[in-house]
């Protein structure tokens, strides 16, 4: 009866919960070092993100140190800068780790011409680009960035170096882990004991997939609610803004790239979906990023809010 069922709902409490709260330690343990992992070994970052081992220009790692200087950022050539196969750029560890950082830039910033882009191979489904059509000259506009652009990526990128943010990368899944297990502690008392039953594999189930998760992708571009709300929409997007607004207040000129950049980033995504029938790039709900379109405002705001500023 009801007796037997508060006895039952206790040995839950108190006899599984050590053994529990001990699976989970490791589970939490173990999702932190592996997210961490990559960042301290930098080598292993760049495998990981299929990142080959191809040393970017003498002049453009000079370059990219020269911006890490006038962000102040400590010891800038301890940033190992790599060309990346990839359409958009990367960075993890930091400059105060043994293995230094890791800058990934893509290849599109090598282009010194639209006609560099046309002539790059890029496909989109294994398919050839009719770069002379309409969506195809957009795209091979879009593709090319200007100095300010690409200074602007650069300087994105070490702001996450110079902020660290693989910490917050880091230990939020730990943390997402841990807090099932003590909400767990928390509402278990407080549910009826045939509730128990369910809540228990439940939160324990969840917590071994959010390990589970970051083992197998070490990313949180997958669509998952408690992915998107605790993580992308209160951590990811705040560091992401944060790596925008620190990008864009290093020169006037460096902003004006911002705006080229999600400026574009919309129109290539119009493309991407309208016309050439392909996936959209991954900005919005379910990304690590903010849409183009919110990032391309607080950077105009911070422009406005600068004019107003001078005399």
Known sequence: ??????????????????????IVAVAAVGTCCVAIFPHVVPKTFNIMLEMKDTPAPNELEAHVHKIATAMHL?????????????????SGGSTWLPGGATLGLSRTLLFNSEDDVKNSGITLHDKPVDW??????????CLFQSTNHINFCIAHELAHI????????SLLPSAVIA??????IVATPLLPAQLTRIALPAVFSLGMILYLHVQTTLSWSTVHPIDFYLLCAVVDFFVE???????????RSFAEGGIEMMTK??????ILDTELGTSRLPFGIGSSHPTFSERLCRIQEL?????????
């Open 162 to 169: 110079k902020s660290s943010d693989f910490i917050h990368y």
């Open 74 to 90: 400590r010891n800038p050539e301890r940033i190992k800068v790599f060309i990346t196969s990839r359409f958009s750029c990367m």
């Open 1 to 22: 009866g009801a007796s037997e069922s508060f006895y039952w709902a206790l040995y839950i409490t108190k006899s599984n919960m050590a053994r529990l709260g001990r």
């Open 132 to 141: 002379d059509s309409d969506s195809g000259a957009t795209l091979r506009y």
């Open 265 to 270: 980033g919309i129109r290539l995504n119009s």
């Open 241 to 251: 803004h944060r790596a925008d607004r620190i990008a864009a207040q290093t020169h």
């Open 179 to 184: 807090a099932s297990y003590l909400t767990l």
């Open 303 to 311: 422009i406005d809010i600068n004019k107003k500023r001078r005399p």
